[in-house]
């Protein structure tokens, strides 16, 4: 019994994680289908759609296009996550003898990881000079 616990205290991060990133997509998507089944019913039985339920309909459509004021938003916050992990391991490598004497090496490994979020915020960035959607 006791070689189980590693194994469910894993599954359970692992299963937190991932509720925790699809469950709001699972919960979005099954409210969506609902109204759309309400909406289809209402249209078999001949009623008139309401102009509010087509907008409602519709608005999430238009919600999602990217603009450059979300590319920025993203790219900074993308950029400030890379510099956190590499400012981390400046600090976290940083070896202090006493004194001010520094003998630490710089890196290992955390700052390669740093650069993928800081590279992608770059890229966001560089997109938002592209992006022909204000807002």
Known sequence: ???????VAILSVFGCITAIAFGPTY????????????????????????????????????????????????????????????AFSLINNMGWQGGNDWHGEVGDGLLGIAAIPATIGLAFLV???????KD
């Open 1 to 7: 019994m006791e070689d189980f616990i590693p194994l």
């Open 27 to 86: 919960l979005k998507f099954r409210e969506r289908r609902e109204t759309q089944e309400t909406v289809r019913r209402a249209i078999d039985k001949g009623q008139d759609l309401p102009a509010e339920v087509l907008d409602a309909l519709t608005r999430d459509v238009t919600k999602n296009l990217p603009s450059r004021t979300r590319d920025i938003r993203r790219g900074i916050i993308w950029l400030a996550v890379g510099v956190g992990i590499a």
């Open 127 to 133: 997109l938002s000079f592209f992006n022909k959607n």
